[in-house]
């Protein structure tokens, strides 16, 4: 196979032709030449290495690597550690970075200005400040590239003030910053919003003649797009004598996040129009800009568009394509994309599978979320807290707490999110002990102090299981300022355990946080009608009133045959409404045989009994069930949305239904899924 390559050369001939092979990209003749060698030289190692990780074969420099460190008979020179440097850059491989970090210094190249700005790119690119912050601290003398290398470590790694900082620093050492330094700091101003020094930065642009630069423009614009002074962009967008795909790009994207969609599409359509290359980053800017605004109808033409352009969706695509299908509740479009990733093997893509599991749990196949993470080959702390917030959303709480353990079996370090999916099972599931342990456990075993979240969660959970004195007291000695959540959480677990003083304190505290929140009056009218507190009902609804706030007219969807169905109360619009009518009443009479009976406290209006059984009958939840019921075609489930909470009359209909018409029905409302099943719901009634 390797007949033409030559072998048994004197060293210095050796090098020759593993110079002319590396050059010419024939690697794997280099590497065939270079392990006949008994022992090559230093100057045969670095040119096989920096060969490897120049063509793209890091992972194999760093191999070679390793295997130079082990033989120990020659020290490195600097050429050899730029290379494995540039290699554990490329890689973001942290572990191997600290080792040719030590190396260099071990070998006396602490004070090399070349190598340490090499060093701190590195660790940037790993995203290790503190490896990047002791290689800058150490060097006796810096440069332009060291101050850039080291601010542009602080945006990689999500501290824009430290950058900032940095800069700030950086002039007052009398270092004069580049178009390099201008273009890696002006993220950090768009990461804080922070206009002002944007400016005070597109000043020195200006002052020093660096408006030319491309890349400083497009930062420009950028940074001003994220500032939302989108007319600001616009005319450096306008200014510019060249511009390349990513500074057209950031223009569109200012435009979609600033809510103007039109506009976003008329860049996009001029920058076709002129020829300029479009990129995958392009066509992804303007389908999720599409969603974002609504336009679904829009997204999906450009996406045809996209792929008579010949661009296939790729992995960014699709993740931003799931969330719609999630938003929408459509679990056949998601399945399509379920086939694509398949198809393409995007399935070893983390972001894409988690996506995956988040549109499955959204759209009510927990099941099928599931079998996704059961099938993904690694797991990150995204991916696992996808699932245990899954679990939790469909009340699994005893689930969503052993993933929870095999998380941390598994050498996943949680965060603060996880504590939020795990204590939300916990009180969906009232397992209040549990609860209690894992929230004191935050910041003994962890090192994450509670938000104002997770304090929300332990409300929840203890008003949950009926213990409102204690969640009351708990909010009392909250270290921040109670959230809606947590008022929230007691004022519903008033409902159910029917606690008219604490109701009435949360509620008067939910109007001071958000006295727009039409939920919380018809929550609180709602609790006095159940008492019997007729005028304390209806002031509460005189309140809602005054202030002009609207209750969102409840609305209810449900997706059969690739179509969604929506339903409103008393709604006679569909199709199939005189069967629909005439299936409620047919199973009606059922349900009263069973032990039904219409929960006619949930009807407000002052009408008769009769009056009050017919309006709850016509409730767009039970409309939509009565609906899938009749189109069931053979299947063992129905799938319902409702925009509000679930009334506690359909609530327990529907119960009766599923039991009758042996379905499960899965409703979700604004809450959380019920599962409803032979008589039961997975809430065990309470919402």
Known sequence: MFSKVPTSLPPHLSLKFIKIYSKSGDLQRARHLFDKIPQP???????????????GRAMEAIQYYNDFRHKNYVKPDKLLLLS??????????VMNAKRVHEDGMRFGFCSDVLLGNALIDMYGKCRYVEGARLVFDGMPSRDVISWTSMASCYVNCGLPREALRAFREMG???????????????????????LKSGREIHGFVTRNGMGGNVFVSSALVNMYASCLSIRQAQLVFDSMSRRDTVSWNVLITAYFLNKECEKGLTVFGRMMSEGVELSYASWNAVIGGCLQNGRTEKTLEVLKLMQNSGFEPNTITITILLPACTNLESLRGG???????????FLDDLVTTTALIFMYAKCGELELSRRVFNMMPKRDTVSWNTMIIANSMHGNGEEALLLFQKMLDSGITPNSV????????????????????????????????????HYSCIVDVLS????????YEFIKKMPMEPTAAAWGALLGACRVYKNIDLARIAANRLFEIEPENPGNYVLLSNIFVSAKLWSEASEARKLMRDRGVTKNPGCSWIEVKNRVHTFVAGDKSNDQSDDIYRFLDQIGEKMRFSGYFPNTDFVLQDVDQEEKEEILCNHSEKLAVAFGLLNLNGESSIRVFKNLRICGDCHNAIKFMAKIAGVQIIVRDSLRFHHFKDGLCSCRDFW
Request: proline share 4%; net charge neutral; aromatic share 4%.
């Open 84 to 93: 494995v440097v540039k290699a554990c850059a490329s890689l973001r491989d």
């Open 418 to 453: 996880t504590f939020t999916g795990v204590l939300s099972g916990c009180g969906h599931s009232r397992l209040v002990d549990e609860g209690l342990l894992i929230f004191d456990s935050m910041s003994r075993d962890h090192s994450i102090e509670p938000d104002a979240d």
């Open 335 to 345: 399945k399509q994309i379920h086939g694509y990733i398949f198809r393409h093997r």
């Open 41 to 55: 030289d230093l100057p045969t190692w670095t040119v096989l290495i920096s060969a490897l990780t120049k063509h």
């Open 172 to 194: 007052l050492n009398r270092e004069r910053p580049n178009s390099v330094t201008v273009s890696s700091i002006l993220p950090a101003c768009a990461d804080l919003k922070d």
């Open 464 to 471: 949950r299981s009926g213990r409102l004195e204690e969640a």
